[in-house]
């Protein structure tokens, strides 16, 4: 971790460069979304996690006021089934507590 204000270079990477906490809480559903994720790029060979896919998602967001407003918008609109990868098969999705921490590696999405 870092103190605000601490100077970086900007040609710096921005992997490496200093962290700062970024308290969130996420639907269960999308929390479930984001373990996708990184398990489908492992698939395809990336070893990665779920701080390092939201870091690659927020980077990919367009800098936008209005683009970011629609996809708010969206977000509140959304149901649970939008944010399920796959066919949901069940009427009902299941939300299962996990510990903190790291998740272990998976074998691929849902």
Known sequence: MVER?????????LRNSPKLSVGLVL?????????CL???AEKQ????????VVAA???AAAPSGAVVSELIREF???QVRDALVGDPSDEVFKVERRKPGPRPRS???R
Do not use: F, Y
Request: aromatic share 0%.
């Open 57 to 59: 998602l927020l980077l």
């Open 5 to 13: 204000g601490a100077g970086v270079p900007v040609d710096s990477s």
């Open 45 to 52: 060979g990336e070893r990665t996690n779920r701080r390092e």
């Open 27 to 35: 639907p269960a559903a999308l929390s479930e979304r984001l373990d």
């Open 38 to 40: 990184v398990a489908l």
């Open 107 to 109: 074998d691929g999405g």
């Open 76 to 78: 509140r609109r959304a």
